[in-house]
């Protein structure tokens, strides 16, 4: 729809969000990025003509409005005619890893707004090689963040040293992982998620702290690390020493009933889930390739009995943000806290590539902190960034630590 012609970009705010998109830069009327999918996609300008009127009020319509106003119900029904039309177009054979419209129209409070996206990693061309003289390379890093309180924020590549794979360093396999919306919806896909993950959860659970992890805790015990927020759920910011730590995206050890709250461990599920499947991880882990998340790579699933909570039978899930997930506002309150805290922001082994901390390095950046950025690989804050080091963080942070607190 052109610029200033009836309720364009409300129209398309609408319908982007009733449909799981978020709006791309500048919220145009024909663009915008994939959260379940996690890639562009490009819907055909018919679908947003200006045969579609929704309200007047300007805002947007449908159950994810950003702020909450009466809505006709006809409007409802165009978005949702409007947003059929735009699923049909954009996938003809259908909407890949099985999603129904429905999936489009999640359950939960108004105003909630898929955040977590799956974006592919980059080409193996992007890997710069370790630099040689480290001293000479960390230097700068030193200059930018001696005298300050630091906030640190991991990723997945702090522990790839330590076993645990990750999603996006360059050249790595593109991967699929299940969202929120297939887990939820659908009996199939949450016996698909639980077999993979009776096999995957011990992946994490046997890792250690490698040099990294312990570096960080060593530097938060000599004062210079006010705390860590890390994308990470394997727990190893713990284990190595780290007591002031944000789990932005939750943490592996846990399951949440999502019918009444009940929390537990996940070891306790798991007995129950090899009672019901006697022998499954016997016969899987020998050909289960080890995937991110606590998840294992499976050739088939089908058979495998999945537990309901013990307290009301409901549908149980990690307690881990899922793809196409919103990071709880409280763990949102801690990080910003942490964050607006701290002199300065250290990024270590995180491309960034999702919003739920790329936000916090953009904050720092916005108030006049430094932003240091120690990872392999390109990352969404590299133009941002005060100094920017490719370097595996096991090589890195012991070395920070050394100098840092006497800086």
């Not at 939820?184 to 994490?204: I, T």
């Not at 793809?323 to 300065?344: C, I, K, T």
């Not at 392999?376 to 133009?383: E, F």
């Amino acid at each position: 729809m052109p610029p200033g012609k009836g309720n364009g970009p409300g129209i398309a705010r609408a319908v982007a969000v009733a449909a799981g998109f978020e709006p791309a830069v500048a919220c145009t009327t024909q663009h915008f990025e994939c959260c379940t999918f996690g890639r562009s996609d490009t819907l055909p300008p018919s679908i947003l003509s200006a045969r579609f009127r929704a309200t007047q009020t300007g805002e947007g319509v449908g159950p994810h409005t950003v702020r909450p106003h009466t809505v006709r119900p006809d409007a409802v029904r165009q978005v949702r005619r409007v947003t059929r039309s735009a699923v049909a177009l954009t996938y003809p054979r259908g909407v890949s890893g099985g999603h129904t419209l429905e999936d489009f129209f999640p359950g939960g409070v108004p105003g909630q707004r898929l955040r977590i996206k799956n974006v592919p990693p980059p080409p193996a061309t992007a890997l710069v090689p370790e630099p040689v003289d480290l001293d000479a390379a960390l230097a700068p890093v030193v200059g930018a963040l001696a005298g300050r309180r630091l906030a640190v924020i991991t990723g997945a590549g702090i522990s790839t040293d330590s076993g645990i794979p990750d999603y996006r360093s360059p050249g790595s396999a593109p991967r699929t992982p299940i969202t929120v919306q297939q887990f939820m919806s659908n009996e199939r896909w949450r016996q698909h998620y639980w077999a993979r993950n009776h096999v995957g959860w011990r992946y994490p659970a046997r890792a250690v702290p490698n040099a990294g992890h312990l570096a960080l805790a060593e530097l938060e015990q000599a004062g210079v690390v006010a705390g860590v927020i890390t994308q990470n759920i394997d727990l190893l910011h713990v284990r190595a020493g780290s007591r002031h730590v944000v789990h932005l995206h939750g943490r592996y050890d846990t399951v949440r009933c999502t019918a009444c709250g009940d929390v537990s461990p996940i070891a306790r599920l798991h007995e129950r889930l090899e009672v019901l499947n006697p022998g499954w991880v016997d016969r899987h882990v020998d050909d289960a390739e080890v995937a991110p998340d606590a998840d294992a790579a499976l050739a088939a699933t089908t058979g495998f009995v999945v537990a309901g909570c013990e307290h009301c039978g409901g549908v149980l899930r990690t307690d881990v943000v899922f793809f196409g997930d919103s990071v709880p506002p409280e763990r949102v309150e801690a990080a910003r806290d942490l964050v607006d805290s701290a002199g300065a922001v250290l990024v270590a082994g995180s491309s960034l590539a999702v919003r739920s901390a790329l936000r916090w390095v953009r904050r720092a950046h916005a108030d006049g902190k430094p932003v240091v950025l120690i990872n392999r690989g390109p990352t969404r804050a590299d133009d941002i960034a005060t100094v920017k080091v490719e370097a595996s963080t096991s090589r890195a942070l012991p070395w920070l630590a050394e100098r840092l607190p006497s800086a």
